[in-house]
Nanobody, 126 residues
């Protein structure tokens, strides 16, 4: 069992930045795919960033160039740096991890991730 604890988030004006953190209860960098999802009311969560155990990352076009993943190898924490935030980035952000496929991020849906952290709200005002 892996526990994920999310911190960060809040309210910011358009063009601003945030950094979200996801601290895992165990060292999972080399064994788990880790990702961030964003959910707005009435819609399915959308994966906005993912990193495989080999360090390769994946971002949808909607956030490419604005969202960046990094990790603290010593602390087992995954970060999501979000810049140039826009109102369409509003939502509840969740951190997730999955050990399948030896940590390769093979899927981008909620069902592809076994462990989830609590959500944190990001609100961007225009």
């Amino acid at each position: 069992q892996v526990h994920l604890v999310v911190s960060g988030g809040g309210s910011v004006q358009a063009g601003g930045s945030f950094r979200l953190s996801c601290a895992a209860s165990a060292f999972i960098f080399s064994t788990h795919c880790r990702g961030w999802f964003r959910q707005i009311p009435g819609k399915e969560p959308e994966r906005v960033a993912a990193i495989s155990s080999d360090g390769s990352t994946n971002y949808p076009k909607s956030v490419q160039g604005r969202f960046t993943l990094s990790q603290d190898n010593a602390g087992n924490t995954l970060y999501l740096q979000m810049t140039t935030l826009q109102p369409e980035d509003n939502g509840m952000y969740y951190c997730a991890a999955d050990p399948s496929f030896r940590g390769y991020c093979a899927g981008g849906y909620v069902a592809d991730f076994r462990y989830w952290g609590q959500g944190t709200q990001v609100t961007v005002s225009s």
